[in-house]
């Protein structure tokens, strides 16, 4: 199974720096969820919570998003979020 490789990183730092099955991100365009092949993007975050699913599809880790930022599908199998 092809995975995504997930990276968050705000100011202090990399928050998030693996593979994961799926991401769900609250986007300005609504709560996306992101997997492998997934079309190029780029959206401004809102608040919420970024969900990281692994593949049984359970949650691997979770986020806050209190800040402005930015998600952007780079690649089919590539997905980088931008905190403030």
Known sequence: MNQLKLEIISIEGI???DNCNMAVVP???GE???MYGHEELV???KHG???IYDNNENIMQS????SE???KMQNPDKLMI???
């Open 15 to 17: 928050l998030f720096s």
């Open 27 to 29: 986007c300005s365009l």
């Open 32 to 34: 996306i969820g992101f």
């Open 43 to 45: 959206a401004t975050l």
């Open 49 to 51: 919570n970024i969900n």
């Open 63 to 66: 986020f806050e998003v209190n």
């Open 69 to 71: 930022g930015f998600v």
């Open 82 to 84: 931008l905190l403030k």
